[in-house]
Every structure is written in C-alpha cells, then in structure tokens.
C-alpha cells in the first residue's frame, strides 16, 4: 500500500507533514511529525493507567503541552520570528523530551500501553522534530485533518477507505503546504 502514497506523491519534495503512516517514507518528500499523533498515543496510555494515579504519560502529555502553548504565543508571528523562537524556547524542551523518552525506552515494558507510545515517538522523532527547521511548519497537522473530516464521517473504514482517505489526506497537505511557501 506504500507504492500508493509514493506514486501519488512521485516528483514532490517539499514539506508534507504526516502521521506515522509508513507508505510516506517510501515518498521523495521532507517528512514532518505531527506531534497531535505524538500526544494522542500517550494519551491512549493515560487511559489505561490505575485511576487517579499519575505517570510516565502524565509527564509526556505535559510536556508536549508545553511546546503547544509555545505554538500559541508566536501564532501570529513572522515564519522568521517563529524560527527564532522555537530555537530558542521549544528547541530545549525537545530535546529534553528526547532524552526522556530514550530514558524511559530502557525503563517500560515495550508493550504497555505507555512503552507503545514511547516506541512510536522515538520512531517518529526525526519528523517530530522537523518544525523546528522552518518557521513556515506547524508543530502538527490538525489542519488538513479538519479539512479531510467532512470526507469520512461515517464511512465505513475498510481498505479503500483507508488508503482513499490518505490521498486525500496528502493531497489537501500538499496544497496547504504549497500555499505556505507562495
């Protein structure tokens, strides 16, 4: 199904933020993370924590939180001025969740629910941490998700819908992104 996301794509090599899809490495395009993914997969493991007790994925759901109120404050800055601030401020926060999640690999049972969320940040990391190279990236990709909503609410989701939905997923990215960098 891979084929089907580089052939689409065939010849494109800008940005295109994704989700942990593994067909778009096989694309020519710069991967961006979606950190929304990130903290979702950490949430799923909040989920399955003993109530009312607080842990690993307490800790990562915060500190992503913390790079997202970053995201808040420079929303209305210049694609330069976002560059310089996340160097500044939300550079150090990524590297320390970096350094937490390798901490916290050799730590957690690979399939807890929070070892699973680990395991899929650290294979994700190189795209994760892509929006900080450009002021023009966005630390997610909420908004082409929003826009490819309304085309599969209610479907029933088997193959086709799946692998139709992440064309147009990656055709509404590529659009976004192609307007960005007009």
Request: glycine fraction near 6%.
């Amino acid at each position: 199904a891979g084929h089907c996301a580089r052939d689409y794509l065939q010849g494109y090599r800008g940005y295109l933020h994704v989700d942990g899809y593994a067909g778009y490495n096989l694309t020519e395009a710069t991967l961006v993370g979606c950190f929304a993914h990130a903290r979702r997969k950490f949430i799923e493991a909040q989920r399955a924590q003993v109530k009312g007790k607080t842990g690993k994925a307490d800790w990562a759901i915060n500190h992503i939180r913390k790079l997202y109120r970053i995201e808040t404050d420079i929303k209305d800055k210049s694609p330069a001025e976002k560059q310089v601030q996340r160097r500044a401020k939300a550079k150090p926060l990524v590297d320390q969740l970096k350094a937490w999640l390798d901490k916290s690999a050799l730590h957690v049972p690979p399939k807890s629910a929070v070892g699973k969320a680990i395991a899929y940040n650290l294979c994700q990391w190189e795209k994760l941490e892509r929006y900080l190279e450009d002021g023009h990236l966005r630390i997610d990709n909420n908004r082409a998700e929003r826009a490819i909503k309304p085309f599969v609410i209610g479907r029933n989701y088997d193959h086709f819908d799946i692998m139709q939905t992440s064309f147009i997923y990656c055709f509404f990215s590529a659009i976004s992104l192609s307007l960005m960098s007009t």
